[in-house]
């Protein structure tokens, strides 16, 4: 039942920190739109500076975030409970694919897809490219892969943790 809520409960945070920000600036998350839509973008003159340093921060964004999340993510296993490497490295991962696949699904094929929030200018004709579900589920394909190393460095962190204060 814990896991449950803690799947629920970074549900909720992940939504937090990733719609304001695409309502705030879709460009800002330009990288994780399909690729048509992404090059729409890049020949409109409006977005010719604006779309490469977006990129970039994403790309910067996306790393430390990830950095930061192994953290997270290390202590909640540790205050579930879950101190052994494995352990912890399972209960990450569990955490870590639940979020990736409300991300699929909630997020991806039902609200960007049908959100005209999501949309960027120059690209709302694009309905079909939006509702593409392939581009998010390889997403979320790679997604899985990703897990797996924050699951195992959240796992030494677990690890690390438990030696210095057991």
Not at 11 to 31: D, G, H, K, M
Not at 100 to 120: C, E, G, M, P, Q
Not at 138 to 153: D, S, V
């Amino acid at each position: 039942m814990l896991l449950l809520i803690e799947c629920l409960l970074a549900c909720a945070v992940f939504t937090l920190i990733i719609v304001p920000a695409q309502i705030r600036n879709p460009i800002s998350q330009i990288v994780s739109y399909p690729p048509e839509i992404q090059e729409r973008v890049r020949s409109l003159p409006q977005y010719k500076d604006i779309v490469l340093k977006a990129s970039k921060k994403n790309i910067a964004r996306k790393i430390i975030g990830a950095l930061l999340l192994t953290f997270v993510l290390a202590a909640l296993a540790y205050f579930s409970g879950k101190v052994t490497f494995l352990n912890s490295a399972i209960h990450v991962y569990i955490v870590f694919t639940a979020v990736n696949l409300y991300d699929l699904i909630v997020l991806d094929w039902l609200w960007f897809a049908h959100s005209s929030k999501t949309r960027i200018p120059g690209t709302k004709d694009m309905v079909k490219a939006y509702h593409g579900r392939w581009h998010h589920f390889r997403g979320f394909l790679i997604g899985l892969g990703i897990g797996l190393p924050i699951a195992m460095l959240s796992a030494v962190w677990v690890v690390v943790a438990s030696g210095l204060v057991g």
